[in-house]
């Protein structure tokens, strides 16, 4: 069976925690701010303007990614998250592109993110598809994270500075 993307419902709220869950704390970068947006997507990412991804391998969730907005015409892809079974299929590339075209269709100039060196597999998946490392920003929110890129999918428009 093919694997569908489908968007955030309430009963996918463990799948996210869950998944992410993993990862971060197999590479020893959880932290409370993680906490926030896994424990309450809804509050965090949804109910200002984000969206979640979710693929589905036979009805069961086996990975995910969220859009949030960040500002002036700039959304972050964040929470990127594959189950360890359904790795080496491209899950990761398919909701990534994913909250690019959603990114691309609210009509945001570019799509950010922040990550880790020991996220290797992962960056060499951003720089592949088009994001470029930036330096990190002051504000970046995360003890952890040493890594900032960016995508630009237009010029920004308006008098508004770029977020």
């Known amino acids: 069976m093919p694997i569908e993307i489908v968007s955030f419902q309430p009963h996918f709220a463990a799948a996210f925690n869950d998944l992410n869950r993993v990862w971060l ?3 020893g970068l959880f932290e409370e701010e993680d906490r926030k947006y896994l ?3 809804q509050e965090m990412i949804l109910d200002h303007g984000g969206e979640i991804f979710f693929a589905l391998l036979d009805g069961e969730v086996v990975g995910t990614c969220a859009a949030i907005p960040r500002g002036h015409q700039t959304v972050e ?3 990127l998250a594959v189950a360890d079974r359904a790795k080496g299929q491209g899950l990761g590339k398919l909701l990534s592109e994913t909250v690019l075209e959603w990114s691309r269709n609210q009509g945001a100039a570019k799509v950010v ?3 880790s060196t020991k996220l290797q ?3 060499r998946l951003y720089e592949k598809m088009g994001f470029v490392h930036c330096p990190l920003p002051a504000d970046v929110g995360y ?3 040493d890594v900032y890129m960016e995508y630009r999918l ?3 428009t308006g008098n508004q500075p770029p977020g």
């Open 39 to 41: 424990e309450h997507p």
């Open 154 to 156: 237009r010029e920004p």
């Open 143 to 145: 003890e952890t994270a």
């Open 121 to 123: 597999p992962a960056l």
């Open 113 to 115: 993110l922040v990550s």
């Open 77 to 79: 892809l964040a929470k």
């Open 25 to 27: 704390d197999g590479f």
